[in-house]
């Protein structure tokens, strides 16, 4: 009796790897009110890229943000100072 492949057969659509196609369909950008741990103290790298980005833009840093608030703040001191567009 010949063997038969039982491997699965791939299919296009799912084989399409989502880092290489420009709009992947997924939750990948998020409004951080939705966010499931958005009231979790900011992680260590959200509070040194506001730090950083505190300073450029001549505003006060606040460490006691969340990572929701500290998501929002990220992005409004990135269009004051053009940094990470």
């Known amino acids: 009796m010949a063997k038969q492949d039982t491997a699965p057969q791939a299919d296009n659509a799912q084989d399409e790897n989502p880092k290489t196609n420009p ?13 499931t741990t958005g009231d979790e ?9 506001l730090k950083t980005l505190s300073e ?3 505003e006060p840093f606040d460490a006691g943000l969340t990572k929701a608030e500290a998501s929002k703040r990220i992005d ?7 940094r990470g567009r």
Do not use: H, I, R
């Open 56 to 58: 450029e833009a001549g």
């Open 41 to 49: 103290e900011m992680t260590g790298a959200q509070a040194s890229y």
């Open 23 to 35: 709009d992947p369909g997924s939750n990948t950008v998020k409004d951080p009110a939705d966010w």
């Open 76 to 82: 409004a001191l990135q269009a004051k100072t053009g």
